[in-house]
């Protein structure tokens, strides 16, 4: 029997169900020391691993009150293996009236799925249950409601884990004992799925990595990079996420014809780019997406949903009006998922039409469900901002005057609200303007548009001028051989091209009449180009 998968087993037995560390593929092959009651063993989550990375960021969770608009089954529909039961439990820590029916519909997808990370499973349903005692919304009698962890199916459930990874473990080991590079990559994959199943993201993640230097085809680098992608995506480690998509994107088969592979990977860029807050680059990412993922061909990583939300909300972010109409609105690739969440579509038809009301009715109406989607949700907030500047900016520029009272109609707030926004963004240089305070008007600056393209125009001139100079004083400088090329083993060689002539100091009768030389040659420059200054 293979000794390391033993330690990696017994190393993990102790954090089991613990919420410090996050199971791994060899766990415990018996439940009967464990209490299996609604107080029972509190295991992590496999979003507590899969988020780790984004978690850390946020010192309070905010709870969401009751989205109107969202339909839980037909929301979580869309989605597939891990990121299905991730997304349920990321709104269930949210969303209080929503929490016993997310916890459920998680509860039944393990099962359904018979998976492997029976910790996870435990932790659910210890989730469900307390849920149930502190009478959570939407909760019904607590008999009822009440759950037991199926104590036979999670020990062979465990029992089976165990099993799988001696049994890969030992075949690669065979595998590099005899040298196999294929069987080698394959054994390194099927060890990383079995680990991915089990909710070891880290050790899938080092499995699939390892695969690097088996890899004889652009077939295998694809396959790698996807894997590492996937991986990476539920590790939170999103600067590793866009190193393998430019590497995949630089393979020649991917360049080549696989539109499927080159949508996930422009969609795996756009989440890790809308995670690094860098939302130009996250919209033109989602953008360039073709048909090939309205059918959520990617769903356990991304809805066709989820892109029209993500590419939307950037877009509206990042983009001025003439982009918004040529990258977004006459974009038919992105237009079938605009088809899919119809009110992004009129949000951003009403922002290029500056119907402003419309645009932050819809935006408020949503902001509930956006706060409940695993990526988008710490982002909503700079995206409304940076939406709602773009808009005072885009309702202002037309006008020379304009009345705060009625642009405070038009945005929902009061007047002093909006003032301090306006003063915002004219200390930011964004809009060029002044608050009358007493009259409530808006006044524009009045900019003499002659005068500044005469400025503009004397400025280039003079930039001409400077440049021309420069090189009739070269020209003069090489007819009178004040350009000498530089010898072999100087500073940059033969070829370097040609340089300033330097006179060395005359320490010798050699060096003396070269100087003397030097001399008399620009005192003769100077002369010449003296005299056509002064003919001119």
């Known amino acids: 029997m293979d000794t390391s998968a033993d330690n990696h087993t017994a190393s993990m037995d102790s954090d089991m169900y613990t919420d410090s560390q996050p199971a791994a593929a060899g766990t415990p092959s018996s439940l009967s020391n464990v209490p299996l009651t609604a107080d029972g063993p509190s295991g992590s989550g496999g979003a507590d691993q899969a988020g780790n990375s984004k978690r850390k960021r946020f010192v309070k969770v905010v709870e969401v009150d009751a989205p109107n608009n969202l339909d839980l089954d037909a929301y979580i529909a869309t989605y597939k293996g891990h990121t299905k039961v991730n997304r349920l439990e990321f709104i269930a820590d949210r969303c209080p009236s929503l929490q016993v029916d997310a916890l459920k519909l998680a509860i039944t997808e393990l099962r359904n799925t018979n998976t492997l990370h029976v910790s996870r499973y435990i932790n659910l349903v210890r989730k469900l249950n307390e849920a149930v005692k502190f009478g959570a919304p939407g909760s019904g009698s607590v008999s009822s409601d009440l759950l037991t962890v199926d104590k036979t199916w999670a020990d062979n459930q465990m029992l089976k884990a165990k099993q799988q990874t001696d049994l890969l473990e030992g075949e690669l080991k065979n595998y590099k004992r005899n040298s196999i590079k294929e069987s080698i990559r394959m054994g390194n994959i099927e060890l990383g799925n079995h680990y991915y199943a089990c909710g070891d993201l880290t050790s899938a993640h080092r499995s699939y990595s390892r695969t690097r230097d088996y890899c004889t085809t652009s077939k295998h680098i ?36 696989k539109e499927v592979t080159k949508a996930k990977l422009k969609a795996a860029s756009g989440l890790a780019n809308l995670d690094l807050s860098k939302y130009p680059a996250a919209a033109r990412d989602f953008l360039s997406i073709g048909e090939e993922l309205v059918g959520n061909q990617y769903g356990d990583v991304i809805s066709a949903n989820d892109i029209a939300v993500y590419g939307g909300l950037c877009a509206l ?22 088809e899919l969440e119809p009110h992004i579509r009129d949000l951003i038809q009403g922002f290029y039409n500056s119907n402003y009301a419309l645009c932050l009715d819809i935006m408020d109406k949503w902001k509930n469900d956006y706060l409940l989607d695993l990526h988008l949700h710490s982002h909503i907030e700079a995206l409304y901002t940076n939406i709602r500047k773009k808009a005072l900016i885009q309702f202002t520029s037309p006008f020379l005057t304009v009345d705060l009272t009625k642009m405070a109609k038009s945005f929902s707030t009061t007047v ?15 809009i060029e303007a002044r608050i009358d305070s007493q009259q409530k008007i808006l006044w524009a600056k009045q900019t003499n548009k002659r005068s500044a393209i005469f400025d503009r125009s004397t400025a280039m001139g003079q930039d001409y001028e400077r440049e021309a100079k420069a090189l009739v004083l070269r020209m003069q400088m090489i007819n009178h051989g ?11 060689g033969p070829n370097d091209g040609e340089h300033s002539f330097e006179a060395p100091h005359p320490r ?28 001119r």
């Open 222 to 257: 694809i396959e790698l990079c996807m894997n590492v992608i996937k991986a990476s995506i539920e590790l939170g480690n999103f600067p590793h996420v866009l190193t393998y998509v430019v590497k995949a994107e630089s393979t020649p088969e991917v360049a080549q014809d």
């Open 482 to 492: 004040l350009i000498v090329k530089g010898p072999p083993g100087e500073r940059g």
């Open 317 to 338: 972010a990042s983009f001025n009006r003439t982009e918004l109409k040529r990258l977004v609105i006459d974009n038919v690739g992105f237009r079938q998922y605009l």
């Open 416 to 430: 002093p609200a909006l003032e301090k926004e306006l003063v915002s963004l004219i200390i930011g240089g964004q």
């Open 508 to 535: 010798g009768g050699r060096d003396r009449e070269m100087f003397a030389g030097t001399r008399a040659n620009v005192s003769s420059f100077l002369s010449s180009f003296s005299r056509e200054r002064h003919h």
